[in-house]
C-alpha cells in the first residue's frame, strides 16, 4: 500500500461569535475602553462590568447610550441594534437624567433654565427617556410655564427678547417630541393652554421655530382629539393661518396646509362644506398657486403629501352628490334637464307657455332627449339613478352647458345629425365619464398617509373637477370622432 504524507495543517480564521459585539465605550476624562459585549448576558451585568472598570460605584444609577447625534440610550428591547465599531457612551441613567432635569428647568436662574430646556428638548427624542420624565409627571409642568410663561417674563421678554424666545422655543420643541412618542392622551390639556398655543400663531409670526412647533401641536390637537378639535376650531380661523402661506419658508407653509387639512379632515359633516366656502372666499387655493407651487424652488415630499391630502379632502365635498340618487318626482331636479334641452336647442324649441298640442311637445322633447344621448328618452330622470355618479353627473353636464355653452351646443348638435351607430351619446358618455373620474380621483375615500401625488392643475380652479370633466367630455368626443367609433365601441 502506498503511504500517502499527511496533509499540512492549516489554520483556519472562525468568525467571531454572533453574540458578541466589539465595541468602544467612553466616559468623560477617561480614555474610551475597548470591549467585547455579549448580547445573552443581562445588560445591567454589563454596565456593572464597565463601571467596575473605571471604579464607578453604585452601577444602577448608569445606563449605556449611544455616542452618536441621537444620543438614544440602549436597552433590552434595542440592544441588538448595536453594531460592531460602535461607539457607546456611559452616563446617567434615564431616570436620574429625568429626575435631574426635572429639577432644572424650575431653576430660578435664567441661564440654567435655558440650557436644562435646550437638553430636554434635545432627550425627549429617547422614549426611554421620555416615559421617565412622563412618569414625574413632566407633561403637566411643561404645560404649566406656557400657560403662565407669557405673564411670567413679561418684563424679562423686553429687556431679553432672544433668551424668552429660546427658552419657549425649547420648551415647545420637548412638549412636541414628549407627546409624539404617543405615551400621554391629547384629551388632557385644558383650554388655557390650547389659547396660549394659539396665540402663539399670531404673536410670534417672525420667530420660525416657536410658530412651527405651535402649528405642529395645533394639528396634532385636532387629529387626536375630538374635543380639541372644537376648541381649536375656535380659537383660530383661516385668516390668521393665511399669512403664513405667503411667506417664503416651505416648513411653516408645510405645516400650516397640515392644520387647515386637520380642520377640514375633523370637521362634521354639515360644517364641512361650510369650511370648504370659507376657503374659497379666503382665496386660499389662488395664494397656494401663487406661493407654494408656482414658487420659483421645488415642492418637498412633506409638502406635496398635504398638497394631495387637501385635494382630496376638496374632491371629497363631491360625494354627498355622487351618492345621492335622483328622484324622478323632483320638479327642481327636473328642471335641470329641461336646461340642459332649453340650452342645447333654444333656437328650435317652442316657448313654454305654447298652448301647443300636449302629445305633441311631449313626442319632440323625446327626440330631444334622444338627441342629448340620455339611454331613457321618454323619462331621462331615470338615468341619473345609479350611484356613483349619480348627481353629481347631472351637475357637471350643467356646469358644461352653461359655462361651455358653445362646446356644448356643438357636442350636441354634432351627435344628432349623425347616424344612430356613429353617435357619441353625451348624456351616456357624461354619466360613464363622471363615474370613471370619480374612480380615477377616489373620490370619498380617505386621504393615504404616505401619498403624496397632488395634481397642480387642480388648484388652477375654484371649480376643478367641473373644469376637468368639461375637456375630458370633449377629448372623448373628438377621440371619438378620430376613431369612427360606434355604438359598440362605447365601453371601449
Known amino acids: 500500500c502506498p503511504v500517502f504524507p499527511a496533509p499540512k495543517s492549516r489554520s483556519v480564521a472562525m468568525p467571531p461569535p454572533a453574540d458578541i459585539v466589539k465595541v468602544a465605550i467612553e466616559w468623560p476624562g477617561a480614555f474610551p475602553k475597548l470591549m467585547e459585549i455579549d448580547q445573552k448576558k443581562p445588560l445591567s451585568s454589563i454596565i456593572k462590568e464597565v463601571c467596575d472598570g473605571w471604579s464607578l460605584a453604585n452601577h444602577d444609577q448608569y445606563a449605556l447610550q449611544h455616542a452618536d447625534s441621537s444620543n438614544f440610550y440602549i436597552t433590552e428591547k434595542n440592544r441588538n441594534e448595536i453594531k460592531n465599531g460602535a461607539i457607546l457612551r456611559l452616563t446617567t441613567s434615564p431616570a436620574q437624567n429625568a429626575q435631574q432635569l426635572h429639577e432644572r428647568i424650575q431653576s430660578s436662574s435664567m441661564d440654567a433654565k435655558l440650557e436644562a430646556l435646550k437638553d430636554l428638548a434635545n432627550y425627549s427624542r429617547d422614549v426611554t427617556f421620555a416615559q421617565e420624565f412622563i412618569n414625574l409627571d413632566g407633561i403637566s409642568l411643561l404645560t404649566q410655564m406656557v400657560e403662565s410663561g407669557t405673564e411670567r417674563y413679561q418684563k424679562l421678554q423686553k429687556i431679553m427678547k432672544p433668551c424668552f424666545g429660546d427658552m419657549l422655543s425649547f420648551t415647545l420643541t420637548a412638549f412636541v417630541e414628549l407627546m409624539d412618542h404617543g405615551i400621554v392622551s391629547w384629551d388632557t390639556f385644558s383650554v388655557a393652554f390650547i389659547k396660549k398655543i394659539a396665540s402663539y400663531v399670531n404673536k410670534f ?151 301647443g298640442n300636449i302629445e305633441k311637445r311631449k313626442s319632440m322633447y323625446t327626440r330631444d332627449y334622444k338627441k342629448l344621448g340620455f339611454i331613457n328618452h321618454v323619462n331621462p330622470a331615470m338615468d341619473f ?100 367609433a360606434t355604438s359598440e365601441d362605447f365601453n371601449k
Open 205 to 355: 409670526a417672525s420667530d420660525i421655530s416657536i410658530l412651527q412647533r405651535s402649528l405642529a401641536i395645533l394639528e396634532s390637537m385636532v387629529l387626536n382629539s375630538h374635543d380639541l378639535y372644537q376648541k381649536v376650531a375656535q380659537e383660530i380661523t383661516i385668516g390668521q393661518l393665511i399669512p403664513h402661506l405667503q411667506g417664503t419658508d416651505q416648513e411653516i407653509q408645510t405645516y400650516t396646509i397640515a392644520v387647515i387639512n386637520a380642520l377640514f379632515l375633523k370637521a362634521p359633516d354639515d360644517k364641512r362644506q361650510e369650511m370648504a366656502n370659507i376657503l374659497a372666499q379666503k382665496q386660499l387655493r389662488l395664494i397656494i398657486l401663487t406661493h407654494v407651487i408656482r414658487a420659483q424652488r421645488d415642492i418637498n415630499n412633506e409638502m406635496a403629501h398635504q398638497l394631495y391630502v387637501l385635494q382630496v379632502l376638496t374632491f371629497n365635498l363631491l360625494e354627498d352628490r355622487m351618492m345621492t340618487k335622483m328622484d324622478p318626482q323632483d320638479q327642481a331636479q327636473r328642471d335641470i334637464i329641461f336646461e340642459l334641452r332649453r340650452i342645447a336647442f333654444d333656437a328650435e324649441s317652442e316657448p313654454n307657455n305654447s298652448s
Open 385 to 484: 339613478t345609479q350611484t356613483p355618479p349619480g348627481m353629481l353627473a347631472l351637475d357637471n353636464m350643467l356646469y358644461f352647458a352653461k359655462h361651455h355653452q358653445d362646446a356644448y351646443i356643438r357636442i350636441v348638435l354634432e351627435n344628432s345629425s349623425r347616424e344612430d351607430k356613429h353617435e357619441c351619446p353625451f348624456g351616456r358618455s357624461s354619466i360613464e365619464l363622471t363615474k370613471m373620474l370619480c374612480e380615477i380621483l377616489k373620490v370619498g375615500e380617505l386621504p393615504s398617509e404616505t401619498c403624496n401625488d397632488f395634481h397642480p392643475m387642480f388648484f388652477t380652479h375654484d371649480r376643478s373637477f367641473e373644469e376637468f370633466f368639461c375637456i375630458c367630455i370633449q377629448l372623448l368626443n373628438k377621440t371619438w370622432k378620430e376613431m369612427r
